[in-house]
């Protein structure tokens, strides 16, 4: 087999990484545990992936355009941390998940804000107003739990024709997600800038522009995320999002989206990847591994994502410059 040959075969294998990962994650379970494969075991990693689901999709649209949102675990507790003071201070449910989704716009066109307005590095801007996010959510809870009305868990506990509103909304959201990324000039634009944002501009994009939305994208669907984890466990606590943007990340990483930006897809990529990190922390519930090893193995995880998402690009660079060069040659 040529060079040529073994560099596209790699390639394909690593596209679909996840899928193989995904792949040998359930026969592993499945043969530990007969009851991993019950339906009810299915629902219940649907309805636990909503929530890291829903902020992946967020996350994408940022990855796409080599960014990075490190603030989104903060945006879910603000949100979440209002929210909580609102209804207990008598306010509709319908009411204050409007206030909660307009914190999560805000935040996001904050962060859009410093990072293309006075371009500072997404990743300084984010890992700033993430604490500046969890000191805040800190200082409205009084760094005490909250516990919630019975509302938001009717909320999670919903079925619309039998499937369970988290996953109605998670669905919802990957669609819309979806058909942005793939049938809309907005969705090409996003992969152009990622791509390369200096012949994006020179092509006539506003690149500030794409990039101020996929910034908001991002903080809506961090406090959509809270709304769906609330849903499910109706109390805010001091650690209420802490360290979800890192999972949020792997899952798209995970799935097939570039750190370097330019390349990913929500749907099947993010949503694999998301599925794939909850179904290996339910396989640990349901073997009883030791609670202290879960940030390990979910630690190796993040890495191999980062480590498969090097290897593809090095892949791709490297079958790039082969075609480049074959093109190249006088006939």
């Not at 690593?14 to 043969?31: D, K, M, R, T």
């Not at 200096?198 to 959509?224: M, P, S």
């Not at 190796?300 to 290897?311: N, P, T, Y």
């Not at 690009?313 to 079958?319: E, G, Q, T, Y």
Request: hydrophobic fraction near 55%; glycine fraction near 10%.
């Amino acid at each position: 087999m040529s060079s040529s040959s073994s560099s596209q075969l790699g390639l394909r294998l690593l596209n679909q990484a996840s899928l193989i990962l995904f792949a040998v994650v359930l026969l592993v379970f499945g043969v530990l545990s007969p009851a991993f494969f019950q339906p009810a075991n299915a629902v219940n990693i649907l309805i636990q992936t909503s929530s890291t689901g829903i902020l992946a999709v967020g996350m994408t649209f940022v990855l796409l355009t080599a960014g990075v949102d490190l603030s989104v675990g903060a945006i879910m507790f603000v949100a979440a941390a209002v929210g909580g003071k609102l209804i207990l201070g008598g306010w509709s449910l319908s009411g204050v998940l409007v206030v909660m989704l307009a914190i999560g716009v805000v935040y996001g066109a904050l962060n859009a804000l410093f990072i293309t307005r006075l371009a500072i590095m997404a990743f300084i801007v984010t890992l700033a107003t993430r604490y500046f996010g969890r000191g805040l959510g800190l200082r409205i809870t009084e760094t005490r739990a909250m516990n919630l009305p019975d509302s938001f868990y009717e909320l999670g506990a919903a079925r619309i024709l039998g499937v369970p509103l988290p996953i109605l909304i998670f669905a919802g959201v990957t669609l819309v997600a979806h058909l942005v990324l793939t049938r809309t000039p907005l969705g090409r634009q996003i992969y152009a800038v990622g791509a390369d944002v200096e012949a994006a501009r020179k092509a006539g994009i506003n690149t500030r522009g794409v990039l101020f939305v996929v910034y908001v994208v991002c903080g809506l669907c961090a406090a959509a995320a809270g709304i769906v984890s609330l849903s499910q466990a109706p109390a805010v606590s001091p650690s209420f999002g802490n360290n979800r943007e890192f999972m949020a990340i792997a899952a798209a990483v995970l799935g097939g989206t570039s750190l370097f930006g330019g390349r990913g897809a929500v749907f099947p990529g993010t949503v694999l990847g998301a599925v794939l990190i909850q179904t290996i922390e339910t396989g640990l519930n349901i073997l009883n591994v030791n609670s202290y090893l879960y940030p390990l193995i979910i630690s190796g995880v993040i890495f191999l994502a980062v480590l498969l998402d090097a290897v593809r690009s090095r892949v791709l660079a490297r079958v790039n410059r082969r075609r480049i060069f074959v093109e190249a040659e006088p006939t």
